[in-house]
């Protein structure tokens, strides 16, 4: 069984930084495309990053691309992921999750959230300006 414990959210200033990390149980990562997701209430998910499971390749939202970055702790036996949010506004305010999924992944088009086939449970961020 999959198990994802997501954690780092929280309410802050604009201008702020937060460090996301998404632990993930019962998998090896080294098979799967991570992606991080945002969605406000009554809108679609929003791809923010992705990181191919094949070369560790990362695609970027044009939104957070040069504040976001999207990296794996590649510790021996650590499924650890996270996303470090920089210079954060108040449109990034958003309910962001984790999810995993196998297959290709060679460009931006796959970072999208149809894609994905196992979803941790979201960790709210609020940025205040």
């Known amino acids: 069984q999959i198990q994802f414990i997501e954690s780092g959210g929280g309410t802050v200033h604009a201008g702020d930084h937060l460090r996301l990390s998404c632990a993930i149980v019962g998998v090896n990562l080294d098979y799967y495309n991570i992606g991080w997701f945002c969605q406000v209430p009554g809108k679609e998910y929003e791809g923010v990053a992705c990181i191919s499971g094949a070369d560790s390749s990362t695609y970027y939202s044009d939104s957070v691309n040069g504040r976001f970055t999207a990296a794996r702790d590649n510790a021996k036996n650590t499924n650890t992921v996270y996303l470090q949010m920089s210079s954060l506004k108040p449109e990034d305010t958003c309910r962001y999750y984790c999810?995993?999924?196998?297959?290709?992944?060679?460009?931006?088009?796959?970072?999208?959230?149809?894609?994905?086939?196992?979803w941790g449970q979201g960790t709210q961020v609020t940025v205040s300006s």
């Open positions: 999810a995993i999924t196998r297959g290709r992944m060679d460009s931006h088009t796959q970072c999208a959230h149809y894609l994905f086939d196992f």
